[in-house]
């Protein structure tokens, strides 16, 4: 349920058939070619949203599409990982400090309710249980608490002050590979439950990200293209074979910034905390400054030129004044902070430190 009287919402949802995606959603591909793929069958003539129409019905748990979990608890503790815990790591746990409170946190990322430290005024969030689809261009999504599968197949669209919790192949928020767009996201929870398996919690391409708290999930956000992420806090991702976890992750393309953000991928079978890799195409035009980057995983950061991919040099890659830490791993990943670097064609790699030491961080050619 809703926490609190309704917020203010410019738009209403309703009701719409299930959404099911074709294999053309790469990143199922790419995550060692998940068995089950989906079809896809378009939202029917009566899906537009439109205001004053009904709620949908919720869908139900335990689907690919399942939601039905509760908003955090504005009393309570923030979303995901408190701020000391090192989920178990032992170097970790041998002294290594949190992030500061200068790198986006849950208490500064996602719908404004009141957590300690939080400067942003509080919000109220409405229900909006089950799936819903926006295809009316311009539409302000404000104050909703989604159970469901948010689809954005429209221009222009804003989502902020909300909380999305779902699961599907294009993420809980899903802005498609079509001509939607551009949607700007913001002080916005986006969360995919313990059973979503391999998939991201948001995708795919035009869209921006700033203030978003995405935990849970296979893994975080999938850039496609024409993507910026700024101001956010990825972390907590769930562990399900076969998929291959990263906060952050691109398989080819162009025009990405990730600005200022905290980026985290501590589970079972993480690669990175932000990934770049040539496999449906070339890594082009991508900005990668001042953020904090943590995993578990072999690398901290893939930057997108892998000989064995099948577009193996990135061009246009800045990577500027990044910090690398130390919270699970004592390399920031198992085997170094950077890999699949290559200083050709636009790539540039400058300021870029370790968090606790300020000592510079030097690149390393891909394996």
């Keep these: 349920m809703a926490r609190g009287a309704h917020g203010t919402r410019s738009m209403a949802s309703s009701p719409f058939s299930r959404l099911r995606r074709p294999l053309s959603f790469r990143w199922g591909a790419l995550l060692l070619a998940l068995s089950a793929c989906e079809s896809e069958t378009p939202p029917s003539p009566n899906a537009n949203l439109t205001k004053d129409a009904k709620d949908a019905s919720p869908t139900q748990p335990g689907g690919d599409d399942a939601g039905g979990y509760a908003p955090r608890d504005s009393a309570g503790p923030p979303s995901g990982r408190d701020a000391g815990a090192t989920n178990g790591d032992p170097?970790?746990?041998?002294?290594?400090?949190?992030?500061?409170?200068?790198?986006?946190?849950?208490?500064?990322?996602?719908?404004?309710?009141?957590?300690?430290?939080?400067?942003?005024?509080?919000?109220?969030?409405?229900?909006?249980?089950?799936?819903?689809t926006i295809t009316e261009d311009g539409a302000v999504i404000d104050g909703w608490y989604v159970t469901g599968i948010l689809y954005v197949r429209a221009h222009n669209v804003t989502i902020r002050n909300s909380h999305v919790v779902g699961c599907a192949s294009g993420g809980a928020i899903d802005n498609g590979y079509g001509p939607n767009g551009p949607?700007?996201?913001?002080?916005?929870?986006?969360?995919?439950?313990?059973?979503?398996?391999?998939?991201?919690?948001?995708?795919?391409?035009?869209f921006t990200c700033i203030r978003c708290d995405v935990h849970g999930g296979g893994s975080g956000i999938r850039m496609d293209g024409n993507v910026t992420v700024e101001d956010s806090y990825v972390h907590d991702l769930h562990y399900k074979d076969p998929a291959h976890e990263t906060a952050i992750g691109s398989n080819g393309g162009a025009?990405?910034?990730?600005?200022?953000?905290?980026?985290?991928?501590?589970?079972?079978?993480?690669?990175?905390?932000?990934?770049?890799?040539?496999?449906?195409?070339?890594?082009?035009?991508?900005?990668?400054?001042?953020?904090?980057?943590?995993?578990?995983?072999?690398?901290?950061?893939?930057?997108?030129?892998?000989?064995?991919?099948?577009y193996p040099h990135a061009t246009n890659v800045r990577y500027i004044d990044n910090h690398f830490g130390r919270l699970f791993?004592?390399?920031?990943?198992?085997?170094?902070?950077?890999?699949?670097?290559?200083?050709?064609?636009?790539?540039?790699?400058?300021?870029?430190?370790?968090?606790?030491?300020?000592?510079?961080?030097?690149?390393?050619?891909?394996?």
Excluded: M
Excluded at 284 to 298: F, I, K, M, R, W
């Design 91 to 132: 170097v970790a746990d041998a002294g290594r400090s949190p992030p500061s409170s200068t790198w986006p946190q849950a208490f500064n990322t996602g719908y404004p309710h009141g957590l300690p430290g939080d400067t942003r005024p509080p919000v109220s969030l409405t229900l909006h249980a089950g799936n819903q």
């Design 183 to 206: 949607t700007l996201i913001s002080d916005t929870e986006i969360e995919a439950p313990s059973t979503c398996g391999a998939y991201a919690s948001l995708g795919n391409v035009n």
């Design 255 to 310: 025009h990405f910034k990730v600005l200022h953000n905290n980026l985290e991928c501590n589970s079972d079978l993480c690669s990175a905390a932000l990934s770049f890799y040539g496999d449906f195409g070339p890594i082009d035009d991508a900005l990668v400054q001042n953020n904090l980057l943590n995993t578990s995983g072999s690398f901290c950061t893939y930057a997108g030129s892998l000989p064995r991919k099948p």
């Design 329 to 367: 791993k004592p390399k920031c990943g198992i085997y170094g902070p950077v890999t699949s670097w290559e200083a050709n064609a636009g790539n540039v790699w400058q300021g870029n430190v370790w968090e606790d030491t300020g000592a510079t961080v030097d690149p390393a050619p891909g394996p």
